[in-house]
């Protein structure tokens, strides 16, 4: 099945400081999503971003399907971005709508 | 507001006893899903239904059941619950494949201890 990584796995910013977090996928896909776990566990939908590139707010994300990666940027970050940022993507082949998780970066954002 | 709701959000059961965690989404979605998510394993796919009458497994579907009597409900039953089901538990629902747009949408989880 699809491969997904993701760097880095931990991450620690002060409060204001930007950061760039990637996702590399090993075949084609038809879904791509980034998603942030906050520390009540709740799955926060940030973007729907097979291709392209969209921005909302301080955040951003980028997908370059033809290389097989993804970044999501983080700018003037908060203390309220703390938590587990995963990308998930679903294969252009093979079972329907499935996603596949990478394993997730941890951010902290200290004051 | 479209949204996926789950019941209940947190259970502590006991090993054997039966258990159904209830997943309802209102945005019309065909597509539904269930998940869990462990440490150091990610988030696994457990069963999916394409639409109603139609379901399949996913990746670690041992021990659990589910069913699609209706568009928005997607009920997970786990009908001897044992200590290694222990976990926090997502549905997710979408449009299907194919079509232009096909975000999946997560409810809130549900954290699962079987003792």
């Known amino acids: 099945g699809i491969q997904v990584e993701q760097s880095p796995p931990d991450l620690i910013l002060q409060e204001g400081a930007n950061s760039t977090l990637r996702c590399n996928f090993s075949?084609?896909?038809?879904?791509l999503q980034w998603f942030h776990q906050n520390p009540w566990g709740q799955l926060i939908n940030l973007f729907y971003?097979?291709?392209g590139t969209k921005q909302n707010g301080r955040l951003s994300a980028t997908t370059v399907a033809t290389e097989r990666y993804s970044l999501l940027y983080i700018s003037s970050s908060q203390t309220t971005d703390s938590g587990v940022y995963f990308c998930a993507v679903g294969g252009a082949t093979g079972t329907a709508s499935k996603l596949t998780f990478g394993t997730g970066t941890r951010l902290q954002v200290t004051l | 507001e479209a949204q996926v709701t789950q019941n209940p959000r947190y259970l502590i059961t006991v090993t054997g006893k039966k258990l159904t965690v209830t997943c309802s989404q209102n945005?019309?979605?065909?597509?539904m899903s269930w998940y869990r998510q462990d440490p150091g394993l990610g988030l696994r796919q457990i069963y999916y239904?394409?639409?109603?009458?139609?379901?399949d497994k996913g990746d670690v579907p041992e021990g659990y059941k589910v069913s699609r009597k209706e568009k928005r409900n997607f009920p997970l039953i786990l009908e001897s619950p044992s200590p290694n089901q222990t976990s926090l538990y997502f549905c997710?629902?979408?449009?299907?494949?194919?079509?232009?747009?096909?975000?999946?949408?997560f409810g809130p989880g549900t954290r699962l201890t079987v003792l």
């Open positions: 239904s394409m639409n109603v009458e139609v379901t």
């Open positions: 997710a629902s979408s449009l299907p494949t194919g079509g232009p747009y096909n975000e999946q949408f």
């Open positions: 971003i097979p291709s």
């Open positions: 945005m019309n979605h065909e597509y």
């Open positions: 075949d084609s896909v038809n879904n």
